[in-house]
């Protein structure tokens, strides 16, 4: 009897010690992961969170911009904070100090995206480029997209076709105000040699125009000297294009429930899912059209004129030619997610959607800037008359001489970049920026708007002062729009900047040019114009720009 005793004594002793060890472990490391978590430096939170859905309630309740909103948060809790949207912790800088380390030593470390509603719907399910994920899928279209449409050596080759576009958008300005004449019966009004156009739709056909050209060889839109405009190759849908990229800009902007919440993706909370399916449909219809006519074209040419030189590209090639011709078939490892006509539609749409909004809402912000400072309008319009003159058309070799237009640009995008916040980035790696621990999976936003206003960057930086670009003591003449300084980065910077920053300056320094060299312009009763912004991933004028024109130059120079 003692002897089973005994053996019942020591297993209940080796029980109790292996009890006592497991608690001593346990003890131990979670005192060491609490010390370590003691020497890990977090970036500071912003207070107000709340359970479960984090600081929701603040970003998107308030009614205003979320990158006014962060720039307020900014101010409260620093350069450099965390928010919580839902269950996903964000980081927000917003100084040049904390965006270039962001953009430099941990670039390759933030160059992610966060998957979202919206792009799962809208963007082929970030198939893309610009919403894709980082990695092999996505640096080969970059590169695909950068040396086939936007690099100088295409846009040289391919500059007739913006050119065209411009020559015809400022003649079709032009036939409307001679149209607007021939109706107008004298009534002595002061505005009756003027005509009134509202100008953020007229250039957002422009760009459309320019881009489907470059991309698919169509336009939407065609202006006629007797001062009507009709749909081009779109037959009829171009308005409906138009619509559909701006619903696209203004749903990739908005905080759907699932993004924040994941356990709510059954839900669809204010029906907007129901409007990315809608876009979507929409975008696809356009994309679907253009791939299949150009299938039929390819078919219907001989093998000769399919391929015009060894590398499968044709100087006159659209953008969309190129893709059919160079991407491999379906069976190659760059399409294992998507099929290569969704590739090639999903490419196509990024350089329409991105180079048409963001390009049509810089144009308008800087009219409306002009409009509201006349002084700069017209120094701009006397440094044309100096620099040009009046017995011809501005040209795109004039553009290195008009320092001031050039300054007017660049300010215009300081002030008002078309994306005020970086799209989201997303850690895939642990990191460290600004002395902070930063842990993988945590979402990135700059707030460029926030950034680019920084009183100890810009002197009072509310105020639209074009000199400050022609100012040499402060660097000014230094700056540029290729994200290396961080002062000023409208296009971003980094491997996930906007690749088309050529065509986009490009279309702001001509359109701007042969506009104020063509037209007086004015607002009505000469109102000042409302700058209220809109909210998305660009920065929408809420308000229509409604603008008085007339002719400036002899009437012979617009009927060529």
């Not at 749903?251 to 993004?259: I, N, P, Q």
């Not at 009763?525 to 308000?543: A, C, I």
Request: with cysteine; hydrophobic share 40%.
């Amino acid at each position: 009897m003692e002897k089973p005793i005994l053996l019942q004594l020591q297993a209940g002793i080796l029980g109790l010690l292996a009890l006592i060890c497991f608690l001593y472990y346990v003890i131990k490391v979670s005192l060491s992961t609490r010390n370590c978590n003691q020497l890990v430096k977090h970036p500071p939170e912003a207070a107000g969170s709340w359970p479960i859905v984090g600081h929701l309630p603040q970003l998107v309740g308030s009614g205003k911009p979320l990158f006014r909103v962060l720039g307020d948060m900014a101010d409260k809790f620093g350069p450099i904070f965390m928010v919580r949207f839902g269950v996903y912790p964000t980081l927000v800088v917003s100084t040049w100090e904390m965006a270039k380390e962001c953009f430099t030593s941990n670039d390759k470390f933030l160059a992610s995206r966060p998957p979202s509603a919206a792009s799962s719907y809208m963007t082929y399910d970030h198939a893309m480029f610009g919403f894709s994920f980082y990695g092999p899928y996505w640096r080969e279209i970059r590169k695909i997209s950068t040396l086939h449409l936007l690099s100088h050596r295409r846009l040289e080759l391919l500059k007739h076709v913006p050119h065209t576009e411009i020559h015809n958008f400022i003649k079709g300005l032009f036939g409307i105000w001679k149209d607007h004449q021939k109706q107008q019966q004298p009534t002595g009004r002061e505005d009756r040699d003027s005509v009134m156009l509202e100008m953020s739709q007229l250039f957002g056909y422009l760009t459309l125009n320019v881009v489907l050209s470059l991309v698919v060889g169509k336009r939407v839109c065609n202006y006629h000297a007797d001062g009507h405009l009709d749909d081009g190759e779109e037959a009829g849908q171009g308005q409906k294009l138009h619509q559909t990229i701006t619903d696209f800009f203004k749903l990739s902007g908005v905080s759907v429930a699932s993004d924040a919440l994941p356990l709510l993706g059954l839900f669809d909370l204010g029906g907007k899912k129901e409007s990315m399916k809608r876009v979507a449909k929409e975008m696809d219809f356009f994309a679907e059209r253009w791939l299949q006519d150009k299938k039929l074209s390819l078919s219907l040419s001989s093998e000769t004129n399919n391929k015009q030189n060894d590398a499968g590209e044709g100087d006159g090639d659209d953008f969309m030619d190129v893709l059919m011709s160079i991407l491999p078939d379906d069976d190659d490892s760059l399409f294992t997610k998507y099929s290569r006509d969704t590739v090639i539609k999903a490419t196509s749409l990024s350089m329409v959607v991105a180079a048409s909004d963001t390009t049509s809402v810089s144009l308008t912000w800087a009219l409306s800037l002009l409009l509201n400072n006349i002084q700069v309008l017209r120094k701009a319009q006397d440094e044309l008359d100096t620099k040009v003159g009046r017995d011809r058309h501005v040209e795109e070799k004039d553009i290195d001489n008009l320092v001031y237009l050039q300054a007017i640009v660049k300010e215009t995008l300081r002030m008002y970049p078309a994306g005020p916040l970086s799209v989201p980035h997303e850690a895939i790696e642990d990191c460290n920026v600004g002395g902070y621990h930063i842990k993988t999976g945590t979402r990135l936003l700059v707030n460029i708007w926030k950034l680019q206003r920084d009183p100890r960057v810009w002197s009072n930086p509310s105020e639209f002062r074009p000199e400050r670009f022609l100012d040499n003591q402060s660097n000014g003449t230094l700056l540029d729009f290729r994200g290396q300084h961080f002062e000023y980065i409208p296009f971003g910077s980094g491997r996930r900047m906007c690749p088309g920053v050529n065509f986009a300056t490009l279309i702001l320094h001509m359109t701007l040019a042969r506009l104020l060299q063509a037209f007086d312009l004015s607002t009505p009763s000469s109102s000042p114009v409302d700058m209220t912004e809109g909210s998305g991933l660009t920065m929408p004028k809420v308000t229509p720009l409604k603008v008085l024109l007339t002719p400036r130059l002899p009437l012979p120079l617009y009927d060529y």
